[in-house]
């Protein structure tokens, strides 16, 4: 059969973007429906085992599948197939043990692991969570592999029936526990078993997509290798993963810890109960659940990106380095910027809505959850710059800015934390600081490694005008609604003026190019009809050298090349 069709980097994005939007609404008729029939208390133990299982994925699969994603964009865009396959390889087995020993680790280790968080009830979710350790490992290798390819449809085809299987079987198992047991922790253990299961139908799904396309590669031609033996390519792996796993492992861990001085302060510091404790942390629980997702969003921009732009850099492509480095920056304010703002004005609202039947807790949540709403556009540039310092071979440069920013987030966290009038807002104040500063870290490296990227501030600037205007018009809408409808009811209308109003402000202000838009499906039709026009890059910075120590001569990209070839021939 032959050589798959490759997607562009935004198709790319396109593909995976529809599948977590999907993903994120089943995900909230997963979340919804436990966090308003089971107790706060009870959603503690839910969160605390994902928080441990965030950081034993993390320390498992972070930094790998990037590497492998990487190395496999590398060898396609340079036509060696077989090279890739082997890196899959050897990538497939180690992901295997890892995620074998991690499922053990939090198997056996579940009980102390609780009591270091200080919650000694979450032991048995812990437990139940474990499989999905090793199921989430192999996927990792898999998910990797074919991004690496830039085909995005696995990924999101095996997000879509993780999603499916995890609201029918997760949220059937607590239920049916809520109706007969009268248990909210064994509730909260009953959806993590739905989690484990969907983990495992994904990974399914997966590995038979895996060997259809091993059938189909028979006949893809091949130009050969380069010579790198398994040895050296795990070595590769595993050199280019470990401060990508550092960095993400130290937020993951940072979370972990940001529990603990929470829960401590709390309980030490300010004198509250076990339970009381508990029920602060299932409340913090509800406003971060809330506030990733639209961040969620991005996290297919950084995926899309870094196969692309790492062979861009690796073929010298100087041209698609520079376009591809700020179309991926723009996107992510675009969908960041407004998502800041409108959760930050409608937070009310919003958790009145996705928690009806506890407003007492939704009361709670909506003052955190505005607060936290500012990190939006933080986190999400983070995703995109991270994977941009990635792709240029500089993945230590994250885990110096993370590494910062994690050490201010603690010593914040403790200090905020012990105030009485600050209490829990300490964690989400420590937050949005400690977001802000690696951002603003990031950034400038980014600058150094694309100087002929567009300015971050000439980016910003007409983004935060239209979602100004957005936020604005629709507050006025919502109040206007207000007086006829439930405040609940009154969000619906309100988010769709949003909509339409940052979409009216983001042309006016001239908030996208014409390249932003056309490298979307029909997007040059589209271009046409919001009227942009495409903007015309001086010759002379259409192929500028990228990065710190790239050499001053001119290179061409391979499409000016083969241009300049034919007109000579004529």
């Given at each position: 059969?032959?050589?798959?069709?490759?997607?562009?980097?935004?198709?790319?994005?396109?593909?995976?973007?529809?599948?977590?939007?999907?993903?994120?609404v089943?995900?909230?008729?997963?979340?919804?429906?436990?966090?308003?029939?089971?107790?706060?208390?009870?959603m503690?133990?839910?969160?605390?085992?994902?928080?441990?299982?965030?950081?034993?994925?993390?320390?498992?699969?972070?930094?790998?599948?990037?590497?492998?994603?990487?190395?496999?964009?590398?060898?396609?865009?340079?036509?060696?197939?077989?090279?890739?396959?082997?890196?899959?390889?050897?990538?497939?087995?180690?992901?295997?043990?890892?995620?074998?020993?991690?499922?053990?680790?939090?198997?056996?280790?579940?009980?102390?692991?609780?009591?270091?968080?200080?919650?000694?009830?979450?032991?048995?979710?812990?437990?139940?969570?474990?499989?999905t350790?090793?199921?989430?490992?192999?996927?990792?290798?898999?998910?990797?592999?074919?991004?690496?390819?830039?085909?995005?449809?696995?990924?999101?085809v095996?997000q879509?029936?993780?999603?499916?299987?995890?609201?029918?079987?997760?949220?059937g198992?607590?239920?049916y526990?809520?109706?007969?047991?009268?248990?909210?922790?064994?509730?909260?253990?009953?959806?993590?078993?739905?989690?484990?299961?969907?983990?495992?139908?994904?990974?399914?799904?997966?590995?038979?997509?895996?060997?259809?396309?091993?059938?189909?590669?028979?006949?893809?031609?091949?130009?050969?290798?380069?010579?790198?033996s398994?040895?050296?390519?795990?070595?590769?792996?595993?050199?280019?993963?470990?401060?990508?796993?550092?960095?993400?492992c130290?937020?993951s861990?940072?979370?972990?810890?940001?529990?603990?001085?929470?829960?401590?302060?709390?309980?030490?510091?300010?004198?509250?109960?076990?339970?009381?404790?508990?029920?602060?942390?299932?409340?913090?629980?509800?406003?971060?659940?809330?506030?990733?997702?639209?961040?969620?969003?991005?996290?297919?921009?950084?995926?899309s990106?870094?196969?692309?732009?790492?062979?861009?850099?690796?073929?010298?492509?100087?041209t698609?380095?520079?376009?591809?480095?700020?179309?991926?920056?723009?996107?992510?304010?675009?969908?960041?910027?407004?998502?800041?703002?409108?959760?930050?004005?409608?937070?009310?609202?919003?958790?009145?809505?996705?928690?009806?039947?506890?407003?007492?807790?939704?009361?709670?949540?909506?003052?955190?959850?505005?607060?936290?709403?500012?990190?939006?556009?933080?986190?999400s540039?983070?995703?995109?710059?991270?994977?941009?310092?990635?792709?240029?071979?500089?993945?230590?440069?994250?885990?110096?800015t993370?590494?910062?920013?994690?050490?201010?987030?603690?010593?914040?966290?403790?200090?905020?934390?012990?105030?009485?009038?600050?209490?829990?807002?300490?964690?989400?104040?420590?937050?949005?600081?400690?977001?802000?500063?690696?951002?603003?870290?990031?950034?400038?490296?980014?600058r150094?490694?694309?100087?002929?990227m567009?300015?971050?501030?000439?980016?910003?600037?007409?983004?935060?005008?239209?979602?100004g205007v957005?936020?604005v018009?629709?507050?006025?809408?919502?109040?206007?609604?207000c007086?006829?409808?439930?405040?609940?009811?009154?969000?619906?209308?309100?988010?769709?003026?949003?909509?339409?109003?940052?979409?009216?402000?983001a042309?006016?202000?001239?908030?996208?190019?014409?390249?932003?838009?056309?490298?979307?499906?029909?997007?040059?039709?589209?271009?046409?009809?919001?009227?942009?026009?495409?903007?015309?890059?001086?010759?002379?910075?259409?192929n500028?050298?990228?990065?710190?120590?790239?050499?001053?001569?001119?290179?061409?990209?391979?499409?000016?090349?083969?241009?300049?070839?034919?007109?000579?021939?004529?």
């Open positions: 059969m032959a050589q798959e069709k490759k997607q562009s980097f935004m198709l790319g994005a396109v593909i995976l973007t529809a599948s977590t939007l999907l993903v994120k089943l995900g909230l008729l997963f979340s919804i429906p436990l966090a308003n029939f089971i107790d706060a208390d009870g503690a133990h839910f969160y605390i085992a994902y928080d441990i299982f965030g950081l034993f994925l993390m320390l498992s699969t972070a930094g790998l599948p990037i590497a492998v994603s990487r190395m496999v964009g590398t060898a396609y865009s340079q036509g060696r197939r077989k090279e890739a396959d082997q890196v899959f390889a050897v990538a497939f087995w180690l992901f295997f043990a890892i995620g074998l020993l991690g499922c053990l680790a939090m198997f056996f280790g579940s009980e102390q692991i609780a009591k270091w968080m200080g919650s000694p009830g979450s032991s048995y979710a812990i437990m139940a969570l474990s499989p350790m090793f199921f989430i490992s192999v996927m990792s290798a898999l998910r990797g592999y074919f991004q690496g390819r830039s085909n995005m449809v696995p990924t999101a095996s879509v029936i993780e999603a499916v299987s995890k609201v029918i079987i997760g949220v198992l607590a239920f526990i809520i109706q007969q047991y009268d248990s909210d922790a064994w509730a909260a253990v009953g959806a993590i078993v739905g989690v484990s299961i969907s983990a495992g139908l994904g990974t399914l799904y997966l590995v038979v997509y895996k060997l259809r396309q091993k059938r189909q590669d028979r006949d893809v031609p091949d130009l050969g290798s380069s010579g790198a398994r040895s050296e390519m795990l070595k590769s792996l595993v050199l280019f993963a470990i401060p990508i796993t550092v960095g993400s130290f937020l861990l940072l979370d972990n810890i940001d529990t603990a001085v929470l829960m401590d302060r709390l309980q030490a510091g300010l004198g509250y109960s076990q339970q009381m404790a508990d029920t602060m942390r299932g409340i913090l629980g509800h406003a971060r659940k809330f506030f990733d997702l639209p961040g969620a969003f991005v996290v297919p921009i950084s995926t990106l870094l196969p692309v732009l790492s062979g861009a850099i690796a073929s010298k492509d100087y698609t380095t520079n376009r591809i480095s700020t179309i991926s920056m723009r996107v992510t304010l675009l969908i960041s910027i407004p998502a800041t703002v409108g959760m930050c004005l409608f937070a009310d609202p919003i958790c009145q809505l996705l928690l009806f039947n506890r407003q007492d807790v939704a009361a709670q949540t909506a003052p955190l959850l505005a607060v936290l709403s500012v990190a939006i556009v933080f986190n540039t983070l995703f995109t710059t991270n994977a941009i310092l990635q792709s240029f071979g500089r993945p230590m440069v994250p885990v110096v993370m590494s910062v920013g994690g050490v201010v987030k603690i010593v914040l966290s403790y200090v905020l934390i012990g105030i009485p009038e600050i209490n829990v807002m300490g964690s989400v104040i420590s937050t949005v600081v400690s977001y802000g500063l690696i951002m603003v870290l990031n950034l400038i490296f980014v150094r490694c694309v100087p002929n567009e300015s971050f501030f000439l980016m910003t600037a007409p983004l935060l005008l239209s979602a957005m936020g018009g629709s507050y006025f809408v919502y109040q206007g609604f007086l006829l409808v439930s405040p609940k009811i009154a969000l619906f209308p309100a988010i769709a003026s949003a909509v339409l109003l940052y979409v009216v402000a042309v006016f202000f001239r908030a996208v190019s014409y390249d932003d838009v056309a490298t979307l499906p029909k997007g040059e039709w589209l271009a046409a009809k919001l009227h942009l026009k495409k903007k015309v890059v001086p010759r002379h910075m259409r500028a050298p990228v990065g710190r120590g790239a050499p001053n001569r001119r290179i061409r990209s391979s499409a000016e090349g083969r241009t300049s070839s034919a007109e000579s021939e004529k």
